[in-house]
């Protein structure tokens, strides 16, 4: 952070001036915009400290006159806690975060109220997940925040990427309380005019905002309308007690599209939407996105859902053979209605995938072997995602818990890279000939879902709040990882023996002492570091293939999903919750 409100003055001017001369077409990778602040530091020949300021500063210009084009009542304001007066504070928190009462002792209740004056939303919560759900929501199309330095820096390569006008200024310290800004700049920014323009900047927010209006009931009832039953779909998970009252025949349909509509990223039904739009002209990134995707074709909708409708089976399943209690942050589908019933569900989901692809319209740009090919590819991840399933399913239940690191990234590549690869076909087949990519879509789409599943394996050891709710959960869940086939790789024979003895599940210790106990072999192993550079090595090929497509919308995309996709975990020391001791697979659960 410069020292003096003069340097920083002078450094965010010429921020200004060299953004000014930036090709504004496309957003800047994070990489780019490093480049960019790199030749700032060395022209100016100041301190390498200031890298992380200067491209958050270079950020905010850039996007300084798309955010000026969104009238302040579709801007969201984000403030830290932080900022507060700590002592005696009098707000309250919720989900959306800090209520603040105004009471005068910091500049938050100053900086809200001329936000909303202007007719901004307004939240008060520190990197909050909500705010990606609130852009994608379609509440507001940019974003004006104060943060901490590490926080910005984090956000450029996560927000920024898909195409959201975003501006912010730094904190002054990393303190985490009474911490100060440089409150003339939070003031002008909140004051940016707005000046109505054309979308200068090609963005992904109206491609996630359809994927997920897919799973709307209004949108599920137009693509894939139901034949049992019309019962609304409520906010609440259904229960046995809010299906009793409903016909038995109707009530599988009904359990079905009520998971089918809640939860997930809808990252699949993304990439098949927007590899259709990268080989039709990118429209739905451009200046005419709202009509573009409005105009995308019904066989391409259907196909983009049926990508979530197998995926939303597959966890259903997954759920009932990991003997999993939650997703979504609700209790799984088995835990609601027992085994049998969740598995005809999952199996209904599957028949409803399928019926997607099978349907055709009149009129219909896309044709029926094209239709095919999509039936075609999808059955073959399919068939290759239960193949990864089934070698780790078999290698749980059996007695012998070794695992080689070939043998974890085999199981990978079948059980994560298949959706990739189908969501990319689909999309680029119901536009155009597939074949010519479909080397390219495969190497890619292993790499991509090798690098995605290791990241998920590290996550584990940060824990997860809404699905496994335990830190190191798939070690003492008996699940075969590349961290666990590492350490055995690594550790002499004493180590090996010491790791297989705490994943038994006789182990005499404590859920505590066996982490600890774990978590020592795989620092002694460097677990953590070698699965990092197998990542960096996995993402480095997927963005070579990237770099060698010849349709631009296409590189672009597969350059926008490896910034996106593979997001790393930081590596703190979670705190350890009860694991538990999971019911028998047969007995079905409360």
């Known amino acids: 952070m410069p020292e003096t409100l003069e340097l920083r003055e002078s450094l965010r001017a010429r921020c200004e001036d060299v953004a000014s001369r930036l090709d504004r077409s496309v957003p800047m990778t994070k990489d780019e915009m490093e480049q960019v602040a790199r030749r700032m530091i060395q022209e100016a020949d100041l301190p390498e400290g200031y890298l992380g300021w200067l491209m958050v500063m270079l950020s905010s210009a ?6 000026a084009s969104v009238p302040p009542q579709r801007r969201l304001f984000l403030l830290p806690h932080c900022l507060k007066h700590a002592e005696g504070c009098p707000a309250e928190y919720d989900q959306f975060g800090m209520n603040c009462k105004e009471c005068g002792a910091c500049s938050i209740a100053d900086f809200r109220g001329l936000a909303e004056e202007m007719g901004y ?5 520190e990197g909050s997940p909500v705010v990606m759900k609130i852009i994608v929501g379609g509440y507001v199309d ?7 330095l590490n926080v910005l820096e984090k956000a450029i390569d996560k927000v920024l990427l898909a195409g959201i006008p975003c501006m912010a200024v730094p904190l002054l310290s990393s303190d985490c309380r009474n911490t100060k800004v440089d409150e003339a700049w939070v003031d002008q920014m909140i004051r940016t005019p707005y000046q109505p323009a054309a979308q200068a900047t090609r963005s992904y927010v109206h491609l996630m905002r359809a994927a997920g209006d897919l799973f709307s009931t209004e949108s599920l009832d137009k693509v894939a309308p139901r034949i049992r039953s019309q019962a609304a779909l409520g906010e609440d998970a259904v229960t046995m007690e809010t299906i009793q009252s409903m016909d038995a025949i109707a009530a599988t349909e009904h359990i079905a599209y009520d998971f089918l509509s809640r939860g997930g ?19 739905c990134t451009g200046p005419d996105a709202a009509q573009a995707v409005a105009d995308i074709p019904m066989s391409v909708r259907r196909a983009a859902m049926s990508i979530e409708t197998f995926h939303k089976a597959s966890l259903v399943h997954d759920d009932i053979e990991d003997d999993d209690a939650y997703r979504y942050g609700q209790l799984a589908v088995h835990r609601r209605f027992g085994l049998p019933t969740a598995i005809n569900v999952g199996d209904y989901l599957i028949g409803l995938g399928y019926r997607l692809l099978s349907r055709g319209d009149s009129g219909d740009t896309v044709d029926a072997e094209a239709r ?18 089934g070698a780790e399913l078999l290698w749980r239940d059996a007695k012998d818990r070794r695992l080689t690191p070939l043998d974890a990234l085999k199981v990978y590549a079948l059980k994560t890279s298949p959706a990739f690869e189908a969501a990319l076909i689909s999309g680029i087949r119901l536009a155009t000939d597939v074949q010519p990519y479909r080397e390219a879509i495969r190497t890619f789409s292993r790499n991509m879902g090798v690098a995605f599943q290791i990241l998920n394996d590290l996550g584990d050891w940060v824990g997860d709040d809404s699905n496994k709710m335990s830190a190191g959960g798939d070690v003492f869940g008996g699940r075969p990882t590349l961290l666990w086939a590492l350490a055995l790789a690594a550790l002499d024979e004493s180590g090996q023996a010491e790791l297989l003895s705490l994943a038994q599940p006789d182990c005499p210790l404590s859920d505590d002492e066996r982490f600890s106990g774990v978590r020592r072999l795989y620092d002694k192993a460097n677990v953590f570091e ?6 960096d090595k996995h993402q480095a090929r997927a963005e070579q293939v990237a770099d060698e497509l010849d349709v631009d919308e296409l590189r672009r995309l597969f350059y926008f999903l490896v910034d996106t996709v593979l997001e790393r ?10 694991l538990g001791v999971s019911a028998p697979l047969s007995t079905p659960a409360p």
């Open 121 to 125: 939303r307004v939240l008060v919560a």
């Open 265 to 283: 990223k809808h990252s699949r039904p993304f990439i098949t939407l927007a590899a259709y739009d990268a080989m039709t002209g990118g429209q």
């Open 530 to 535: 070698t699965a990092f550079a197998l990542v």
């Open 569 to 578: 975990p930081e590596m703190p020391s979670p705190a350890v919750v009860s």
């Open 372 to 389: 095919a090919d999509v039936v075609d590819a999808l059955a073959a991840a399919h068939l290759r995602l239960s193949e990864g399933q």
């Open 62 to 67: 850039f996007w300084k006159d798309a955010l």
């Open 142 to 148: 940019a974003v004006v925040g104060v943060a901490c």
